[in-house]
């Protein structure tokens, strides 16, 4: 059984009071919701000529949603299939759902709409089906079904890449890792767990140990404990935990003054605060991103949802495991990973939610590659690793713009660096237990 940790998959619970625009955008536009799905879990081996097994899974998601009964179903061919392989696909998946007790009926006699996309992924073929009963949210289901072989088609190339470098390992659980200095690469961190901070210096090659101090605290730590490390302009580091804060002092050695306080952690890395303009060629002016902070539960691992300043109109969203921003020509378009189990993007005047495919945790990443700001986002289910992919939205629904980047576990933390242009992954391994730090970076391809 895995440790429960924050980056499990969002339970699946609906939430009660999905956002009214939104369920109105999906009726009036529900293939919108194809993109917001192009990324599935494990694929299903399928051949060209046999579709059988893909058609049947996808029919048995739809009948767990529907109940056999009468529906109305309609397919669109958004793939780079060829005619006769996608009359074949149509035609077995209206044959399997008929199967599991689903009667094709015109939409007026219908008590459920199912609107299936033949969709597709740089690795697979993905099938979305959108189920639309009476006045309740649509639910999604879907299928991924492994191409057979050849070159895939031109526009899934990815234009980005992640590279991921080993930071930090220890045997004990890492809540976070800063770096403090770096040439080439970085020569001085500081390192955070339960107990301590930790300071450490490259010397022949390796890391070793400058300094440690305690973090003082009267009331005993929430089971998933989660912290952060962010450094400062006027003394070394702030440190934040559930309840707690501490402050380095400004000289050396390493002193930390901790009280109990519920005051908010940045969830803005110092890079992105304020920054008003893209990196990326042809960039133009884009809206100031404010240093928004958020109040953590001292209890529980997750932020209450009250946010200073507010975004917008809003003061509070939903309760959220973590958040990321996206800067625009005239606003910031921010992202909260609720425990919901939506994804709740907010401008400022809406708050729009949607389920997504996604783990608990997310980034900003600011680079010179496409758009200039990515999103970066773990992945979700019940497998023993993560992987963490990027994604633009052109709109608000999400295109991914690299492959995958596979991590050697489950990610325990996901924090943007200060400077903005890099993420600090944390981990435990599943082979070893041990706990590592990654810093995950943009590559443009060529």
């Known amino acids: 059984m895995r440790e429960a940790i924050y980056n499990l998959a969002i339970p699946e619970s609906i939430a009660k009071s999905a956002n009214r625009g939104w369920r109105s955008a999906l009726a009036i536009s529900p293939a919108r919701f194809v993109l917001l799905f192009l990324v599935c879990g494990p694929a299903i081996s399928a051949s060209a000529a046999d579709w059988s097994v893909p058609e049947q899974e996808l029919a048995r998601k739809i009948v767990a949603v529907t109940g056999p009964g009468a529906a109305a179903v309609t397919i669109e061919n958004r793939s780079s299939l060829g005619r006769r392989n996608s009359e074949i696909v149509q035609n077995g998946l209206r044959a399997a759902l008929e199967q599991v007790g689903v009667r094709l009926v015109p939409s007026e006699q219908a008590a459920a709409a199912i609107t299936i996309s033949l969709s597709e992924n740089p690795g697979s073929y993905v099938w979305v089906a959108q189920i639309q009963q009476g006045q309740a949210d649509p639910a999604i289901v879907m299928v991924s079904v492994a191409r057979s072989g050849g070159t895939p088609p031109v526009h899934d190339a990815m234009p980005m890449s992640l590279r991921k470098t080993l930071l930090f390992s220890q045997d004990t659980p890492i809540l976070d890792v800063a770096v403090l200095q770096e040439d080439a690469a970085p020569t001085r961190i500081a390192t955070l767990d339960a107990d301590r901070v930790s300071i450490y210096r490259v010397q022949g090659g390796k890391w070793q140990q400058e300094q440690s101090t305690e973090i003082t605290h009267a009331k005993p730590w929430p089971r998933d404990l989660r912290g952060r490390l962010v450094p400062a302009k006027d003394h070394l580091l702030d440190v934040y935990l559930p309840g707690v804060s501490c402050h380095s002092a400004t000289g050396a050695p390493l002193a930390l003054n901790c009280r109990e306080t519920d005051d908010p952690w940045p969830i803005v890395a110092a890079g992105l605060a304020g920054a008003s303009s893209l990196l990326g060629a042809g960039s133009e002016n884009h809206a100031a991103i404010p240093a928004i902070a958020a109040f953590f539960s001292p209890a529980r691992n997750f932020f209450t949802g009250a946010l200073t300043p507010a975004v917008g109109k809003f003061t509070n969203v939903p309760k959220f495991y973590s958040a990321a921003v996206l800067p625009r020509e005239k606003y910031a378009l ?24 996604w783990g608990s945790s997310i980034a900003s990443i600011k680079t010179p590659c496409g758009a200039g700001w990515q999103l970066l986002t773990t992945s979700s289910g019940d497998r023993s690793s993560d992987s963490v992919l990027a994604y633009e939205f052109p709109d608000r629904d999400p295109v991914p713009v690299s492959a995958p980047i596979e991590l050697p576990g489950t990610v325990t933390a996901l924090w943007t660096e200060p400077r903005g242009d890099s993420v600090t992954a944390v981990v435990r391994d599943q082979e070893t237990g041990d706990y590592e730090a990654f810093r995950l970076a943009m590559a443009c391809s060529q």
Do not use: E, L, Y
């Not at 992202?335 to 005047?349: L, P, Q």
């Open 334 to 357: 921010w992202f909260f990973s609720a425990i919901d189990g939506f994804i709740h993007m907010v401008d400022g005047m809406n708050d729009q939610a949607a389920r997504i495919d």
